[in-house]
């Protein structure tokens, strides 16, 4: 157990929808990661938040967002869901900005039909 | 996006040694990592090496870095069936992230 949860753990919504995934960091963690997971493109960093400030942009769609609130959790939301949407969505947290320790949380599946 | 690039497959006997080799193409990366994926789980942080060592050992685990190659390299020691998994190297660059694609690791009782 990595200290990193994530809610919820499976998510099925229809095509165009918005969701929003929660990640809790570590205790004591003060940076997010946020990465998508799917069997064409891989692991994709998405984007970094650190003590409620965007950190650094990875390959993040402009359909997507998020945000890290004062008590260090964060949120991702994705909207006007496409079928290719559909993938393993990871949050890590770190001590620092460095991201050299980064804990991973169990993933959310999001399936978009 | 820089390519950080493994081979799919590594099959070894229990016992054996495993090595499970990672090329990067971004010669300013600062730190590069190994992680664990097990079935339905997230990334297990197995160990990272900064970009100006040549050599990290843990345990059974030995990192092994050419800079001059751009070749990373993670060798498990008496591999056992519980390290069957799929392995990532992932490299940081600037305030980027990049993963390889994964070794699955099947170990062979």
């Known amino acids: 157990d990595s200290g990193v949860t994530q809610t919820p753990k499976h998510l099925i919504t229809a095509t165009g929808q918005r969701v929003t995934l929660r990640c809790s960091p570590r205790s004591g963690d003060l940076s997010v990661y946020w990465y998508q997971q799917s069997l064409d493109q891989g692991l994709q960093f998405l984007i970094q938040y650190y003590n409620g400030e965007e950190r650094a942009k990875g390959n993040i769609l402009e359909r997507f967002s998020a945000q890290q609130f004062p008590d260090l959790h964060s949120e991702l939301n994705l909207s006007s869901l496409e079928l290719g949407d559909s993938a393993l969505y990871f949050c890590a947290s770190s001590p620092g900005t460095g991201g050299y320790e980064q804990y991973f949380g169990p993933g959310t599946r999001l399936t978009v039909t | 996006g820089e390519d950080v690039e493994q081979s799919l497959f590594l099959s070894v006997r229990e016992g054996d040694s495993s090595v499970i080799n990672c090329t990067y193409t971004d010669s300013s990366s600062t730190y590069l990592y190994w992680y664990k994926q097990e079935p339905g789980a997230g990334l297990q942080l197995l160990t990272y090496?900064?970009?100006?060592?040549d050599m990290k050992q843990d345990q059974r685990l030995t990192v092994l870095l050419n800079k001059k190659d751009k070749h990373l390299s993670l060798r498990i020691a008496d591999t056992q069936t519980g390290d069957s998994a799929i392995y990532f190297c992932?490299?940081?660059?600037?305030?980027?992230?990049?993963f390889g694609t994964g070794t699955s690791l099947t170990v062979i009782p």
């Open positions: 090496i900064f970009s100006n060592m």
């Open positions: 992932a490299e940081k660059a600037g305030n980027q992230f990049y």
